[in-house]
């Protein structure tokens, strides 16, 4: 597994270091490693990916990915908190089963040309 490299600025290629974003983080641990490291070892970095960490890949320094946990179940739950979502007013999601069938008078291509026109 991939060690911590110490110490704020620059770090050297392939370092890892802890991340102080300005933004409220979806997990719990924020980390960044350079592309190359990465690459190498990056069965490593998608087990604690899987754990829960949140790893931001740069390059020469530069944030240019985020990889974080498929499950967005955080970030719904916190995006619900903050009133930008809401719940579904039912658990069940809406059926068209015996919903009116839409018969077009021709054929759709021919109705798609004439709407370009």
């Known amino acids: 597994m991939p060690q ?8 050297a290629p392939g370092a890892v270091r802890n991340v102080q ?3 409220a983080p979806l997990y719990d641990f924020v ?12 069965a490593d970095w998608i087990e604690r990916v899987r754990a829960g960490e949140e790893i931001v890949v740069t390059d020469r320094g530069t944030p240019v990915v985020r990889m974080v946990p498929v499950d967005t ?5 916190r995006l619900t908190r903050e009133g930008v979502l809401s719940r579904p007013r039912t658990a069940s999601r809406p059926s068209a089963h015996r919903a009116p069938r839409v018969h077009a008078r021709g054929s759709v291509s021919d109705l798609v040309s004439e709407q370009r026109r």
């Open 4 to 11: 911590l490299a110490a110490g704020p600025g620059v770090d």
């Open 21 to 23: 974003t300005d933004r």
């Open 31 to 42: 980390m960044d490693v350079a592309v190359s490291r990465l690459r190498a070892e990056l």
């Open 73 to 77: 179940a955080p970030l719904l739950e």
